[in-house]
């Protein structure tokens, strides 16, 4: 369980109509409560990542990526904005030195990479690198679709997931021109569209959530050679044998003290939650239950595992629960809280 301390989530929202496209809470960690502390004007900010060194906020938008850096009460102080020489991405983080950033280009199937600056700004582009091909059928989904950009906790490889080719793409990056080189392929079950990745803390194990099979592949991950091997060990589904019919698997998170993986089913409207076994990496399922609300694009347990927050996309709203690890059950926790085509939520803390 996560020390006591004071946190803020930052949410980020589509703004048809509204231009404050990221929303900033206080988070009332007993209660599994946010109340409203301030919004900032940045169009359709599809998805946030927080640098690994806790200093900047990165957010996607119309325009390109913009850059904040996080003040000691949480609020965010705009640093620059920067191109990306493409279509409006979907997905964005930061390597483990906080040297370069990654961003994940849904719409036109590409990778950008651009330099970071000592002082958490976004600086010019080093690489870019358009996914080539089509996956089984050729419609909408089987198209080059990057949907996620991650490094592994080594530092030595950025993971890109393409969802329309139903696989994920393992680069070695070079630290110093900020150039991408294929290593490996980590290749999908078809028609499966792998999403979202996420690595364990001590990063030897990998989990892929599909959108389109609902199902989390757990793979090994190691290093030989100067060469990176993956070995699948366990699928997972997201849903109960009893779901909706055309659900798709949205988000993926880990708890703060990385014990449990989360995700979420659009369509079910559902939320799953693992345990995660820290000595085989494989995870065993606790729960899965209704949210409350249409199409939980992204759902997080709050840092102390008492409360979970979904973000319903569809729905408009933010629906809050009390969360029993020991029974699996989570409770409905409060009224729901507005806000207009939610996206992704990050917890933060500070002081």
């Given at each position: 369980?996560?020390?006591?301390?004071?946190?803020?989530?930052?949410?980020?929202?589509?703004?048809?109509?509204?231009?404050?496209?990221?929303?900033?809470y206080d988070v009332d960690l007993e209660n599994g409560r946010f109340s409203l502390k301030d919004r900032v004007e940045i169009t359709n900010s599809s998805y946030l990542t927080i640098s690994h060194n806790r200093k900047w906020?990165?957010?996607?938008?119309?325009?390109?990526?913009?850059?904040?850096?996080?003040?000691?009460?949480?609020?965010?102080?705009?640093?620059?904005?920067?191109?990306?020489?493409?279509?409006?991405?979907?997905?964005?983080?930061?390597?483990?030195?906080?040297?370069?950033?990654?961003?994940?280009?849904?719409?036109?199937?590409?990778?950008?990479?651009?330099?970071?600056?000592?002082?958490?700004?976004?600086?010019?582009?080093?690489?870019?690198?358009?996914?080539?091909?089509?996956?089984?059928?050729?419609?909408?989904?089987?198209?080059?679709?990057?949907?996620?950009?991650?490094?592994?906790?080594?530092?030595?490889?950025?993971?890109?997931?393409?969802?329309?080719?139903?696989?994920?793409?393992?680069?070695?990056?070079?630290?110093?021109?900020?150039?991408?080189?294929?290593?490996?392929?980590?290749?999908?079950?078809?028609?499966?569209?792998?999403?979202?990745?996420?690595?364990?803390?001590?990063?030897?194990?990998?989990?892929?959530?599909?959108?389109?099979?609902?199902?989390?592949?757990?793979?090994?991950?190691?290093?030989?050679?100067?060469?990176?091997?993956?070995?699948?060990?366990?699928?997972?589904?997201?849903?109960?044998?009893?779901?909706?019919?055309?659900?798709?698997?949205?988000?993926?998170?880990?708890?703060?003290?990385?014990?449990?993986?989360?995700?979420?089913?659009?369509?079910?409207?559902?939320?799953?939650?693992?345990?995660?076994?820290?000595?085989?990496?494989?995870?065993?399922?606790?729960?899965?239950?209704?949210?409350?609300?249409?199409?939980?694009?992204?759902?997080?347990?709050?840092?102390?595992?008492?409360?979970?927050?979904?973000?319903?996309?569809?729905?408009?709203?933010?629906?809050?629960?009390?969360?029993?690890?020991?029974?699996?059950?989570?409770?409905?926790?409060?009224?729901?809280?507005?806000?207009?085509?939610?996206?992704?939520?990050?917890?933060?803390?500070?002081?």
């Amino acid at each position: 369980m996560a020390e006591r301390g004071k946190y803020v989530a930052y949410v980020s929202t589509y703004t048809m109509g509204d231009n404050h496209g990221i929303s900033i809470y206080d988070v009332d960690l007993e209660n599994g409560r946010f109340s409203l502390k301030d919004r900032v004007e940045i169009t359709n900010s599809s998805y946030l990542t927080i640098s690994h060194n806790r200093k900047w906020l990165y957010s996607i938008t119309d325009f390109g990526v913009e850059a904040y850096e996080i003040l000691p009460d949480g609020g965010l102080k705009t640093i620059n904005m920067a191109g990306i020489n493409g279509m409006r991405g979907c997905y964005l983080s930061t390597d483990y030195e906080d040297r370069f950033l990654f961003v994940a280009g849904w719409h036109d199937g590409k990778i950008t990479v651009l330099r970071v600056g000592e002082d958490g700004s976004v600086g010019e582009i080093t690489e870019e690198i358009f996914h080539r091909g089509l996956g089984s059928i050729a419609e909408r989904n089987f198209r080059p679709h990057v949907s996620c950009v991650k490094m592994t906790r080594d530092n030595h490889y950025l993971c890109a997931t393409d969802l329309g080719l139903d696989h994920t793409n393992v680069y070695r990056l070079d630290h110093e021109t900020g150039k991408l080189k294929l290593a490996d392929v980590i290749r999908s079950e078809v028609e499966s569209a792998p999403r979202h990745i996420k690595f364990s803390k001590n990063g030897e194990f990998l989990y892929i959530v599909h959108e389109l099979k609902n199902i989390i592949d757990v793979y090994t991950y190691k290093e030989e050679n100067d060469n990176p091997f993956f070995d699948k060990i366990q699928t997972v589904p997201t849903v109960n044998n009893y779901h909706a019919g055309g659900t798709a698997a949205s988000a993926l998170n880990l708890s703060d003290d990385f014990k449990y993986l989360l995700s979420s089913n659009a369509g079910d409207n559902s939320v799953i939650l693992f345990k995660i076994d820290p000595e085989t990496g494989m995870l065993s399922k606790l729960f899965c239950l209704p949210i409350s609300g249409e199409y939980p694009k992204d759902a997080m347990l709050f840092p102390d595992n008492r409360h979970l927050v979904s973000l319903n996309h569809e729905s408009n709203t933010m629906t809050f629960f009390n969360v029993d690890l020991e029974k699996g059950l989570i409770v409905m926790n409060g009224p729901e809280i507005h806000v207009d085509q939610p996206n992704c939520v990050i917890f933060h803390r500070i002081g």
